[in-house]
Nanobody
């Protein structure tokens, strides 16, 4: 079992950068594919990016490709989301998630998430 705690959200201006962290407590963190989702008011939760535990393969949503970077430090049981060139449409509650998955493609589906964090708010002003 994992417990996930996100941090690093805040209010920034368009074009700024922000780095989110997700600290995991529990065993076998390195086995889990770690995923970031986000949910804007009135919208469905959407996939942002994921990083595998086995080979650290990574996938990104097209909307963030080239602007966001996911990374993980298995020694610290932490996954990061570096966000650059932020846009107002990036405003959302950002969730960290974990699952024991065969491929990172499976991480795009919320139904494959085993554990969720509580979320951290990111607000980008224009």
């Amino acid at each position: 079992q994992l417990q996930l705690v996100e941090s690093g959200g805040g209010l920034v201006q368009a074009g700024d950068s922000l780095k989110l962290s997700c600290a995991a407590s529990g065993r076998s963190f390195s086995w889990y594919t770690m995923t970031w989702f986000r949910q804007a008011p009135g919208k469905e939760r959407e996939f942002v990016t994921a990083i595998a535990g086995s080979d650290s393969s990574i996938i990104y949503a097209d909307s963030v490709k080239g602007r966001f970077t996911i990374s993980r430090d298995n020694a610290k049981n932490t996954v990061y989301l570096q966000m650059s060139s932020l846009k107002p449409e990036d405003t959302a509650l950002y969730y960290c998630a974990a699952g024991l998955l065969v491929s990172t493609a499976q991480a795009m589906d919320v139904r494959n998430v085993a554990y969720w964090g509580q979320g951290t708010q990111v607000t980008v002003s224009s």
